[in-house]
């Protein structure tokens, strides 16, 4: 086993990750940089492009930016954390033109539009500039559980090195996660790392979670592709087989109506015949991987009809996640800290989807209050404390079997895990379309699957790392909807069809937590 000492440990490899790592660094922590695939190309925002939530410090402006969403968000977002989010999004991106040399476009009028970024530039940067920092960069090597030492603050993880085929453990004096929401492996674009596992890591350690009933996000997706950019699909009109208009069907608002159409067995075409030149243009422009796959098919989207589906992006472009307990982005466990999609999006989306500009704020916001706040801590502890505390192993599912579980699990076993897990999250009538009864017997299969990976499964090597994705999926998916449940309402994302309407009594977030027996709470809002 290999053996690493930080001072700050960063869990992921996207931009949240490299804000929080580049930050810690700056602060003049030594950091360590762990991430599941290779950092600056993993995950989903090197996968494409993507906006910002860049609002330049005008009050009119910022009032309008604020307000645009709240009532979509169901009241549930702080106005506090945009302003905050507004202002650090705005010093980042200019930080960004201006030490990280990013090629922002120029508008007509000569100025840099920076609302923005496509994905591998930005992210090639990102991982630049934090080695530059001086961040020791552990690619390939994902983390499969935390450590703690004796009083329960996180102290480090351990996790395995794919490429050495050797397990690893690195001793920090705090921790931030940054390892992304949970897409359940549905095949939307750059998700393939995203399952959970920080979610998890900070459940075992104690943490809780926040929002997790805003998860039923599916993206629009030409059928038998993988890119989810939904932004355009506002210039669609959506028609059924026969040609004839799928009425009610709509980028926002109306993918319901492409769900039930879909869930018939029908297909579903879309055709972006409602953008002029100037803005097919300007979208080529803003998005050219967008119509990569369209070029390749011979397709022209904005004459040709195309068959679409829906692919679920779960809390990758939902909203729910670990739940913040200060301004520096920490957790309720001493020396954790929580960024990007990982955490919680809440403060700033309330009970709506962030998309690719809010999510992109929050990441380098959120990275960069992470990075800086697990410095401060680690600086607290004193020289040397990293290195020498005794720490223990927090992780349990499908590490830890509480059973008999043999011999080590092999491949074979994960997936079947992963099947089930899908089985009662992927389907729109089950996560989309929901109801009560179908939750309530959704949750019961899944409560199944979690006896079955808590008892009698574990992995080793670099089977351990699929198991545990299994697990954290499965986790993930079990607080998703005992947390819909909880809310018997629909607001923000969160829509129920057994209860449609919004009940003003609920104007609350609901927190959750627990492994083995999973809780929920009200959270009253602080005014």
């Not at 923000?492 to 104007?507: T, W």
Request: glycine share 14%; net charge neutral.
């Amino acid at each position: 086993m290999s053996q690493h000492v930080a001072d700050v440990l960063v869990v992921g490899g996207g931009p949240a990750a490299a804000w929080a790592a580049l930050k810690a660094a700056e602060a003049g922590a030594s950091v360590v940089l762990a991430d599941k695939g290779y950092c600056g190309t993993s995950g989903a925002t090197a996968a494409g492009g993507t906006g910002v939530w860049y609002v330049p410090p005008e009050p009119a402006a910022r009032e309008a930016a604020m307000a645009s969403r709240e009532g979509l968000g169901g009241y549930l977002a702080d106005r506090r954390w945009m302003s905050r989010v507004l202002d650090e999004t705005y010093d980042r991106m200019n930080e960004l033109a201006d030490e990280g040399r990013y090629p922002f476009p120029t508008g007509p009028d000569g100025r840099p539009l920076r609302n923005g970024l496509q994905g591998p530039e930005y992210m090639r940067r990102m991982r630049i500039r934090i080695r530059r920092a001086g961040v020791r960069i552990l690619d390939h090597s994902p983390v499969t559980e935390l450590l703690t030492d004796a009083d329960g603050a996180a102290a480090g993880a351990a996790g395995y090195r794919r490429q050495a085929g050797e397990p690893y453990r690195v001793r920090a004096g705090a921790v931030v996660l940054a390892t992304g929401g949970c897409a359940f492996l549905s095949g939307a674009l750059g998700t393939n790392t995203n399952t959970g596992d920080g979610a998890l890591f900070a459940a075992e350690a104690g943490a809780e979670l926040s929002g997790m009933e805003f998860s039923n996000s599916y993206g629009i997706a030409p059928e038998g592709t993988s890119v989810t950019k939904t932004a355009f699909y506002s210039f669609a009109s959506f028609y059924r087989e026969d040609g004839e208009v799928l009425e009610g069907a709509a980028s926002l608002g109306g993918r319901s109506a492409i769900a039930r159409e879909l869930l018939t067995g029908a297909r579903v075409y879309a055709r972006l015949d409602r953008a002029d030149a100037t803005a097919q243009a300007a979208m080529r422009l803003a998005q050219p991987n967008f119509f990569l796959t369209f070029d390749r098919l011979g397709i022209d989207p904005f004459t040709d009809r195309f068959s679409v589906t829906l692919l679920a992006e779960g809390t990758v472009r939902g909203t729910g996640g670990i739940r913040i307990a200060g301004e520096d982005c920490s957790t309720t466990v001493p020396g954790l800290y929580a960024a990007g999609d990982a955490a919680t999006r809440e403060e700033i989306c309330g009970g709506f989807t962030g998309g690719g500009s809010h999510n992109a704020a929050w990441a380098m916001s959120s990275g960069s209050w992470a990075g800086a706040g697990a410095a401060r801590y680690a600086r607290s502890l004193g020289s040397g404390r990293a290195a020498f505390r005794p720490v223990t192993g927090a992780g349990g599912a499908g590490l830890r079997p509480t059973g008999d579980a043999g011999s080590a699990a092999g491949p074979g076993v994960a997936r079947e895990l992963v099947r089930l897990v899908q089985e009662q999250v992927l389907p729109y009538d089950k996560n989309y379309l929901r109801r009560g009864s179908v939750l309530g017997g959704a949750l019961g299969s899944l409560d199944e699957v979690w006896a079955q990976v808590r008892t009698s499964v574990r992995g080793e090597g670099a089977g351990l790392v699929k198991v545990r994705q299994a697990a954290a999926m499965t986790a993930h998916a079990r607080w998703m909807y005992a947390s819909a449940l909880a809310r018997t309402e629909s607001r923000g994302m969160a829509r129920r069809l057994d209860h449609p309407g919004q009940d003003p009594a609920q104007h609350h977030r609901i927190v959750t937590g627990g492994l083995d027996r999973v809780w929920t709470r009200p959270a009253e809002l602080v005014a």
